[in-house]
């Protein structure tokens, strides 16, 4: 039972962190180097380096850019888009570095696994703040950028301290986007699209975000009234 457990909570972390990563990859590594350096947890010889000062002071500056900068309509999705090349390699590194010294198949096996997470909950953050975006309020920003970070000190805790529990709700959290990326994906394409319309020349003739033009079709033999 011991070593079930033990490697329960290797797979709980590894996955863990990737998940995280895909979504808020400082806060990630900010409570990692925090739970290290007060001692509440024993990292595996692979995310030592989290735990070092340097690393944490450079998790802790880029969290706190990342606090303001995701809040801000507009410039969230730019940042998200820049953190394509960042969240997900780190994803995979952290996955990897979680497994300890098992060996390379094993590491690059998390790496794998680990990368395609972060890619998928990267993809459902950036994807819904672009939909997001097109509400003329500033407060439903607000709102998802801090019920991100609640979400991830919450799962990062679980895949710690409960992870049973964690691997319980990936589960579900996984079926969940197989279902939801798809149509966040739809969204966003006519997102781009009522934008490209607008800035290509033709504003009156972009339709709202929210028309649905088989709606409006004519039924087969209507005809127009005079």
């Given at each position: 039972?011991?070593?079930?457990?033990?490697?329960t909570?290797?797979?709980?972390?590894?996955?863990?962190?990737?998940?995280?990563?895909?979504?808020?990859?400082?806060?990630?590594?900010?409570?990692?180097g925090?739970?290290?350096?007060?001692?509440?947890?024993?990292?595996?010889?692979?995310?030592?380096?989290?735990?070092?000062p340097?690393?944490?002071?450079?998790?802790?500056?880029?969290?706190?850019?990342?606090?303001?900068?995701?809040?801000?309509?507009?410039?969230?999705?730019?940042?998200?888009?820049?953190?394509?090349?960042?969240?997900?390699?780190?994803?995979?590194?952290?996955?990897?570095?979680?497994?300890?010294?098992?060996?390379?198949?094993?590491?690059?096996?998390?790496?794998?696994?680990?990368?395609?997470?972060?890619t998928?909950?990267?993809?459902?953050?950036?994807?819904?703040?672009?939909?997001?975006?097109?509400?003329?309020?500033?407060?439903?920003?607000?709102?998802?950028?801090?019920?991100?970070?609640?979400?991830?000190?919450?799962?990062?805790?679980?895949?710690?301290?409960?992870?049973?529990?964690?691997l319980?709700?990936?589960?579900?959290?996984?079926?969940?986007?197989?279902?939801?990326?798809p149509?966040?994906?739809r969204?966003?394409?006519?997102?781009?699209?009522?934008?490209?319309?607008?800035?290509?020349?033709?504003?009156?003739?972009?339709?709202?975000?929210?028309?649905?033009?088989?709606?409006?079709?004519?039924?087969?033999g209507?005809?127009?009234?005079?």
């Open positions: 039972m011991d070593q079930l457990e033990q490697i909570q290797m797979i709980a972390l590894s996955m863990g962190l990737a998940w995280a990563s895909g979504i808020n990859l400082y806060a990630t590594l900010l409570m990692l925090v739970l290290s350096n007060t001692g509440n947890i024993v990292l595996p010889p692979g995310l030592e380096v989290v735990g070092d340097m690393v944490l002071m450079a998790a802790g500056l880029m969290y706190c850019v990342e606090f303001f900068a995701d809040k801000v309509p507009g410039v969230d999705t730019g940042w998200d888009t820049l953190h394509t090349f960042i969240r997900i390699p780190a994803g995979a590194a952290l996955a990897a570095g979680a497994v300890g010294e098992i060996g390379l198949p094993v590491e690059v096996a998390a790496a794998i696994v680990g990368g395609s997470l972060a998928a909950t990267h993809a459902a953050k950036a994807g819904s703040r672009v939909l997001i975006n097109t509400s003329p309020e500033p407060f439903s920003n607000w709102t998802a950028s801090i019920t991100e970070d609640v979400v991830v000190i919450g799962g990062i805790w679980a895949a710690l301290y409960n992870p049973w529990l964690f319980a709700g990936l589960l579900v959290f996984v079926l969940l986007l197989v279902w939801l990326l149509r966040v994906w969204g966003v394409k006519r997102v781009f699209r009522f934008l490209a319309r607008l800035f290509g020349g033709n504003a009156d003739e972009a339709p709202p975000l929210n028309t649905r033009s088989d709606s409006h079709r004519a039924l087969p209507e005809r127009s009234r005079h």
